[in-house]
């Protein structure tokens, strides 16, 4: 008898049949009914694909030390990245200034302290600015280690402090209370300090509102650098991804003044499509010493060839402004693209990248997340440096720890105590 799962994710309802091919995709009610299009939760059904390879050159050169791969490979990769798939990311303005906003020095029953800081940017005449919410170990007589993440929801629902200013407004331009201390358990910030790290996060709306409509740029850092522009022109170039990553850069940049942060122990993290970003932000800014994709899923962490879970033209279709325009034609073509994502996992060498799955969040393709590490390993290697193979064991419940490691939970699509057990497990070894 078939499993029956029933996953509410992205806005969508999906029903998955487990064993079957088909899973119907509609319109959230209310909207407007979109096609139905379908994708493959059945591993036997996957065909046979050839990835592109990581460590051949466009122009047919085989990358064999890592010096190549620094100097010819991996800037090539980064603009193609940019081209075909996330657009460019902001420059940085001409002027940022930092405000704190509050402090309270007796934070999560006196375990930490608590920052409120507010960055502006100045550019053109024009200022964008978003807060970030900062805890370090009240305790810490040494610089300590960072996590730096985007939220989903205002930098109040990350935090049981009632105090919390709240941010990320939604389309509408509200901020919600009821949210306070909803996703709590998606950050485990109290735990994290005890353990000995700080954590930052900002509310990923403030930096780029996620609302595909094709306007949505225009209340976003984008808009410091590009009013003048068409929304046609503007979406050849830039994504709403570019833009997060560029956010968690500009977190760091104001970390770095912090003398109780060590932000040559910075870690990006991320879930779903923010889990993405993290990627992103990884892959430009080579600070982030540890870059943590947690579900990201299809133009995530997860292979675009092996048509598993999210398809280019699921993804595209209702998250448009995620990507540049002509990441389009990839649709039921993903065999044409330059790439696929166990280059963006090899963009992140020879730093560490811990990539984490959920059992029953087919969407994501765990397996394709798997593989991505995997097959990124042999970038690795150039630096002297050992990952798993795709034949290792990765049973649910297993944890590979290394330079590249993997992890799959059971549950569903979401990011939970099991997943940051792992997470602290690999910052633990890194700051040692």
């Not at 709240?166 to 109290?190: A, P, Q």
């Not at 560490?352 to 393709?365: K, M, P, R, T, V």
């Amino acid at each position: 008898m078939l499993k029956k799962l029933s996953v509410v994710m992205l806005g969508l309802t999906a029903v998955v049949f487990c064993g079957c091919r088909t899973e119907r995709l509609t319109s959230a009610p209310g909207r407007i009914k979109n096609p139905v299009m379908h994708k493959n939760t059945d591993e036997s059904l996957v065909k046979p694909y050839i990835l592109p390879d990581v460590l051949l050159s466009r122009t047919g050169k085989k990358i064999e030390n890592a010096f190549d791969w620094v100097h010819i490979r991996r800037p090539e990769l980064l603009e193609l990245y940019k081209k075909e798939m996330y657009g460019y990311l902001p420059l940085r303005p001409d002027r940022t200034e930092y405000e704190i906003i509050s402090v309270k020095d007796d934070a999560l029953n006196n375990t930490a302290v608590r920052k409120e800081i507010k960055l502006t940017f100045s550019m053109n005449g024009k200022k964008h600015s978003f807060v970030m919410l900062l805890y370090i170990p009240k305790n810490a007589v040494a610089p300590v280690p960072v996590f730096v993440g985007l939220n989903f929801k205002g930098n109040h629902t990350v935090t049981p402090e009632k105090d919390v200013l709240m941010t990320g407004r939604n389309v509408d331009g509200k901020l919600i209370e009821k949210r306070r201390s909803r996703h709590i358990k998606r950050f485990y910030i109290e735990e994290t300090v005890k353990r000995g790290f700080a954590t930052a996060t900002v509310c990923y709306h403030d930096v780029y509102p996620d609302n595909k409509d094709e306007n949505s740029w225009r209340k976003s850092v984008y808009n410091l650098f590009y009013a003048d522009e068409s929304n046609e022109k503007f979406h050849t170039h830039a994504s709403a991804i570019s833009a997060w990553a560029w956010g968690m850069s500009r977190m760091l940049d104001c970390l770095e003044g912090e003398k109780m942060i060590d932000c040559s122990n910075a870690f990006v993290h991320g879930l779903s499509r923010l889990g993405k970003a993290a990627l992103w932000a990884g892959a430009n800014d080579t600070r982030f010493k540890l870059v943590i994709s947690n579900e990201s899923g299809c133009c995530g962490a997860a292979l675009a060839r092996r048509d598993f879970g999210e398809t280019l033209e699921i993804i595209t279709h209702y998250f448009p402004h995620w990507f540049v325009s002509s990441f389009k034609k990839y649709v039921h073509r993903e065999n044409e693209l330059p790439f696929d994502q166990h280059c963006l996992a090899a963009l992140i060498a020879p730093r560490y990248l811990a990539i984490g799955s959920a059992e029953e969040d087919l969407h994501a393709d765990p397996k394709g997340e798997f593989l991505s590490g995997a097959h990124a390993g042999r970038v690795y290697k150039l630096f002297g440096v050992e990952t798993y193979n795709e034949n290792t064991p990765h049973p649910v419940g297993s944890h590979i720890t290394g330079a590249v490691s993997y992890h799959i939970r059971s549950g569903v699509h979401d990011q939970n105590l099991a997943d940051w057990e792992h997470y602290w497990k690999i910052a633990d070894k890194i700051r040692k």
